[in-house]
């Protein structure tokens, strides 16, 4: 069954810093990527410890390379997906004895799937998270995606808040949406305006064929009615929601 889950973008915000002539190219082509590296050595072990053992990841945004290390000795295979052209010839140059990572130049979001089973394990650009997660809720075969992202973004989509997101019920019968605790910004360089945090997204095991679950989602998050009993009431009369 063909499932879209596109929603709105809850990009990474920092402080805006005036420009007095001190920004040098680097500093603007990691603003413009919205490049905060993780170099805290306990924040990622907890994300690769997070992210479990696989044969096959992909790490969208790979940076320095200081995840990519780490998830090779974990998992058989890491491709890593970096758009900067000097980081990724950088980290080219630094594993190209290893065969347990290849690095692509490129935009992880042009990217096409693998038909074998993978997880997507990453360190994320906050700026397109909402973009990343939808590439990640389309691929078939994925299995896990385990991401640092914005702490309120994660928050939201994981019920931390004490309310669901409308994409975290819309995908519920096929995914699994957790938080697994927080990461501080003094674990980044630069250092980051927000906190973030590692959300994780698996795979069901099982996953059922529902017609009209996703219209039936859309429809209670309206708010039409007031509630979500009065919103269901008014196309389902005999509704008897949380009766």
Not at 4 to 27: L, M, P, W
Not at 77 to 99: C, F, K, M, N, S
Request: proline share 5%.
């Amino acid at each position: 069954m063909a499932r879209s889950f596109a929603h709105g973008d809850h990009s990474h915000t920092q402080k805006k810093v005036a420009n007095r002539g001190g920004r040098t190219a680097r500093d603007q082509a990691r603003r413009t990527l919205s490049q905060n590296f993780m170099v805290d050595r306990q924040a990622v072990r907890r994300l690769t410890a997070a992210a479990g053992a696989h044969g096959l990841v992909i790490e969208p945004g790979a940076g320095e390379g200081v995840l990519t290390l780490a998830l090779a000795e974990t998992c058989d295979q890491v491709v890593a997906y970096e758009i900067d052209p000097l980081l990724a010839g950088r980290l080219t140059v630094r594993t190209r004895d290893d065969a347990r990572i290849r690095v692509v130049r490129g935009d992880f979001l042009t990217a096409r799937a693998p038909r074998e089973p993978f997880a997507v394990v990453g360190n994320i650009p906050y700026s397109i998270t909402s973009k990343i997660v939808d590439w990640c809720l389309g691929a078939p075969a994925l299995t896990s995606a385990t991401l640092v992202a914005q702490l309120e973004y994660v928050r939201k989509r994981t019920g931390d808040f004490g309310r669901w997101s409308a994409l975290t019920v819309r995908t519920w019968p096929w995914f699994r949406w957790e938080m697994l605790g927080q990461v501080g910004r003094e674990a980044f360089r630069p250092v980051p305006a927000v906190d973030s945090a590692i959300l994780r997204i698996e795979r069901r095991a099982e996953t059922p064929d529902l017609p009209g679950y996703e219209a039936f989602v859309d429809y209670g998050f309206t708010g039409l009615g007031g509630s979500l009993d009065a919103t269901m009431r008014l196309r389902h009369p005999a509704a008897l929601v949380g009766e």
